[in-house]
T-cell receptor, first 114, second 116 residues
Framework: AQTVTQSQPEMSVQEAETVTLSCTYD???????LFWYKQPPSRQMILVIRQEAYKQQNATENRFSVNFQKAAKSFSLKISDSQLGDTAMYFCAFTDNAGNMLTFGGGTRLMVKP | KAGVTQTPRYLIKTRGQQVTLSCSPISGHRSVSWYQQTPGQGLQFLFEYFSETQRNKGNFPGRFSGRQFSNSRSEMNVSTLELGDSALYLC???????????????FGPGTRLTVT
């Protein structure tokens, strides 16, 4: 069974600074997908960024980028120019079958301070 | 396009009762997945339906069941409620089937179930 681990339960960052959230996973599959989801206080889960394991290039979405290290089974999220609206729970998630059965990490609570 | 909708948003039930939650996916999406979110266990996959068939199932007791209708709307049912079933139940829809790499999941706002 796949497992996803987020080792940082809580983090904080000053507005406009950069922060990196860590995620490691365990799988024997060679083809899979990784995601970062954001869950603000409203509880609505929002997809932040995704990465296909067969792509070597790290995914980027505006201020959000990932550092995908397949051999190390590591998938960290970097948020640049942090904004107050980035305050939320962030979940790392894994799937090996085209995205329809996600395994989530325990989450990292990020607080952006003014 | 309208997003994923879930009804009701909040629900209070008593131990031993049963409950039905509803999820309407984004128009055109054929896959609906259900997740349970609790402070202790985090986010856990319940089951997934695709074209009215259960395609994947998580590790939950048989008290948890679901179905999907021809219009892709899905319901999940929990019978003989226990205090531990109190949770946020999230529904997610996606467009693709298996082996289609673009099938990102879009989540609804959730149903907050409280069992007393």
């Amino acid at each position: 069974a796949q497992t996803v681990t987020q080792s940082q339960p809580e983090m904080s960052v000053q507005e406009a600074e950069t922060v990196t959230l860590s995620c490691t996973y365990d799988t024997s599959e060679s083809n899979y997908y990784l995601f970062w989801y954001k869950q603000p206080p409203s509880r609505q889960m929002i997809l932040v960024i995704r990465q296909e394991a067969y792509k070597q290039q790290n995914a980027t979405e505006n201020r959000f980028s990932v550092n995908f290290q397949k051999a190390a089974k590591s998938f960290s999220l970097k948020i640049s120019d942090s904004q107050l609206g980035d305050t939320a729970m962030y979940f790392c998630a894994f799937t090996d079958n085209a995205g329809n059965m996600l395994t989530f990490g325990g989450g990292t609570r990020l607080m952006v301070k003014p | 396009k309208a997003g994923v909708t879930q009804t009701p948003r909040y629900l209070i039930k008593t131990r031993g009762q049963q409950v039905t939650l509803s999820c309407s996916p984004i128009s055109g999406h054929r896959s609906v997945s259900w997740y349970q979110q609790t402070p202790g266990q985090g986010l856990q996959f319940l089951f997934e339906y695709f074209s009215e068939t259960q395609r994947n199932k998580g590790n939950f007791p048989g008290r948890f069941s679901g179905r999907q209708f021809s219009n892709s709307r899905s319901e999940m049912n929990v019978s003989t409620l226990e205090l531990g079933d109190s949770a946020l139940y999230l529904c997610a829809s996606s467009s693709g089937g298996r082996n289609i790499p673009t099938s990102e999941q879009y989540f609804g706002p959730g149903t907050r179930l409280t069992v007393t």
